[in-house]
């Protein structure tokens, strides 16, 4: 790990996005220690798989505006758990270019006289700007969230935009009426390009829009898939079951070294792109299906039908009771958790580790450098 310097942000305590500020050896250290210290019950923890370059990893950047008393517009970072905006023109986590782009969106709106919408008085436009990259493809997604359809000058606004930053390939204006903060609305106007960004990933290539769930980490996602794949040792006789499969990524990756994948998925727009991510990849053996999780699997049990494999890769907070029931219902041999809380892991293993399976092999991966989160990949065989 040859990372030994310590970069201080001065809005550490402020910002909230941070939460460790020691050097990165010692981070990755604490959380290979706090990996083995809630998993050890388990089985045994591989070596943390760290970053090279634990700095500007984030390809999803999201920047708040507000205008302070002499109506200058002020761009920052939303803090954690609130909804106030710090100040912050650079952070140590997000990619420079999206930064600064950020930057020249906070001119252009002064002298566009575009303000941030201000949910006190109503008036004003800008809610929040998010900016996506595609690490392979150098594509760059801005999409600007309005509190109102109308988006004076735009034209302009946009021409103005691209000439300053060429490596933009698509302007999108999110119309979204949720007071909260970071909320994205169900209308959306593409201003430029194609409205979307296309990105490789461990050999599939991926269509990627604002509101597509893709994880922030490009360099740890793909060792984190590769980890995963290879937990599963498919043969190519495999059926596999993709669970919360977003746009597709974990299914299409193993596509090719098994028979059948089937992904499932919640969110319609998810599901629509991972059908067309199928088609851009030529991937015959795989079917998307727009639904719960846990109530496809109970279908299948009930119909007799089986899984080799299930691919789950839930939210943070684990799986909920019924999904990890059908789960056990459905009884595949393998089971390959990935998983984004510690704390939901282990509960969830409990659960599964008393109903006949057992854990093989547990491997965490540092997905957020600076931050307290633990990614972890787990086979469990019955």
Same mark, same amino acid.
């Given at each position: 790990?040859?990372?030994k310097?310590v970069k ?8 909230g996005?941070?939460?460790l ?25 591989e ?5 090279d370059n634990p ?28 909804g ?9 986590l ?13 001119k252009?709106?002064q002298? #566009?006289?575009?303000?941030? #919408? ?13 900016i ?5 493809? &150098?594509?760059?997604?801005?999409? @600007?969230?309005?509190?109102?359809s ?9 021409k $103005? ?8 390939t698509s302007?999108v ?19 430029y390009?194609?409205g ?6 461990c /050999?599939?290539? #991926?269509?990627?829009?604002a509101?597509s769930?893709?994880?922030v980490n490009?360099?740890q996602? /793909?060792?984190?898939?590769s ?6 040792e ?5 059926r ?6 977003g746009? &597709? ?23 629509r792109d $991972? ?7 030529e ?5 998307f299906?727009?639904g719960d ?5 109970e279908?299948?049990?009930s ?16 799986s909920d ?16 958790y @990935?998983?984004? &809380? @510690? ?7 409990k ?12 491997q ?13 990949v787990?086979?469990?065989t019955?």
């Amino acid at each position: 790990m040859g990372n030994k310097e310590v970069k201080n942000c001065r809005l550490f305590k402020r910002c909230g996005g941070c939460q460790l500020k020691e050097s990165y050896a010692e981070q990755i250290e604490w959380k290979q220690s706090k990996a083995e210290r809630m998993l050890s019950q388990f089985g045994s923890c591989e070596k943390i798989i760290g970053m090279d370059n634990p700095y500007n990893y984030r390809n999803k950047v999201q920047h708040g505006y507000y205008s302070n008393p002499q109506k200058q517009i002020i761009s920052g970072i939303y803090q954690s758990g609130s909804g106030r905006i710090v100040p912050c023109d650079r952070c140590m986590l997000e990619d420079k270019k999206s930064d600064k782009i950020i930057e020249t969106i906070k001119k252009l709106m002064q002298s #566009f006289r575009i303000f941030p #919408f201000n949910p006190n008085t109503g008036n004003g436009i800008v809610r929040h700007v998010m900016i996506r990259s595609g690490f392979s493809s &150098g594509e760059y997604l801005v999409c @600007i969230v309005t509190a109102k359809s109308m988006l004076p000058s735009k034209n302009n606004f946009v021409k $103005a935009l691209v000439k300053e930053h060429p490596y933009i390939t698509s302007i999108v204006q999110n119309i979204c009426d949720n007071p909260m903060p970071l909320t994205m609305g169900e209308r959306e106007v593409v201003l430029y390009g194609k409205g979307y960004i296309e990105d490789e990933l461990c /050999g599939k290539s #991926f269509k990627i829009s604002a509101k597509s769930f893709y994880q922030v980490n490009p360099v740890q996602t /793909g060792k984190l898939y590769s980890t995963a794949i290879e937990f599963a040792e498919l043969t190519g006789k495999e059926r596999v079951l993709d669970c919360y499969c977003g746009i &597709g990524t974990i299914g299409l990756i193993a596509s090719d070294k098994c028979k059948e994948v089937i992904g499932v998925e919640v969110n319609p727009e998810a599901v629509r792109d $991972a059908k067309i991510n199928a088609k851009k990849n030529e991937c015959k053996n795989i079917t998307f299906i727009e639904g719960d999780s846990g109530k496809f699997m109970e279908m299948l049990a009930s119909e007799g039908e089986k899984a080799d494999v299930v691919f789950t890769d839930p939210p943070r907070t684990g799986s909920d009771k019924r999904f990890l029931s059908s789960l056990i219902k459905l009884a595949p041999k393998k089971i390959v958790y @990935i998983s984004c &809380g @510690i704390e939901s892991l282990q509960r969830d293993l409990k659960i599964l580790t008393k109903s006949g399976y057992k854990v093989k092999k547990i491997q965490p991966v540092d997905m957020f450098p600076h931050t307290t989160h633990i990614e972890n990949v787990v086979l469990l065989t019955r």
